[in-house]
């Protein structure tokens, strides 16, 4: 099997490897017939262009995924069109894909035991040293400082 780690709040981390996994007894068409009937539904909900780019981003980051393009073309829009909905919210495509690597980024570090490296890759930054100087611009210090912090207040 592929080993994976459980999280809090039922988030599972699970390697990239599984992210190729299909389920022998998956059924596509229902998969498929599900997706498009929540579809309208998503599209209604409060929170926004914002938070159906928020929610959709937590995943596709684990895809290494993370881009304007990729993103645009997973919600059916263009990145033109996706940049006007988000400004029309107040924010950027950019300030959202911070927030998320940023919350993913503390719970990486304060329920795993992965190196920085790792978690850069996770989150796909271009390379370590990137992720770690995101981190401090976030968090006003280096990743092994918050993790240490958080660690011992446990």
Do not use: C, Q, Y
């Not at 229902?30 to 009937?37: C, F, G, N, Y």
């Not at 596709?60 to 988000?86: D, F, I, Q, V």
């Amino acid at each position: 099997g592929i080993p994976l780690l459980i999280v809090k709040n039922f988030d599972l981390v699970l390697p990239r490897a599984a992210l190729g996994f299909h389920l022998p007894t998956a059924d596509r068409a229902a998969h498929a017939a599900m997706l498009a009937s929540l579809a309208p539904i998503l599209k209604l909900a409060p929170w926004g262009k914002a938070g159906e780019v928020t929610h959709a981003l937590r995943s596709m980051l684990l895809a290494g995924r993370s881009g304007m393009p990729e993103l645009a073309a997973h919600l059916g829009t263009t990145p033109r069109s996706l940049r006007r909905a988000l400004a029309a919210e107040g924010t950027t495509f950019e300030e959202i894909r911070d927030r998320v690597r940023f919350a993913m980024a503390r719970e990486l570090l304060e329920l795993t035991t992965l190196p920085a490296a790792d978690i850069a890759l996770t989150l796909d930054f271009a390379t370590p040293s990137a992720f770690v100087r995101a981190f401090r611009r976030w968090a006003d210090r280096p990743p092994k400082a918050w993790r240490a912090e958080r660690r011992a207040a446990w």
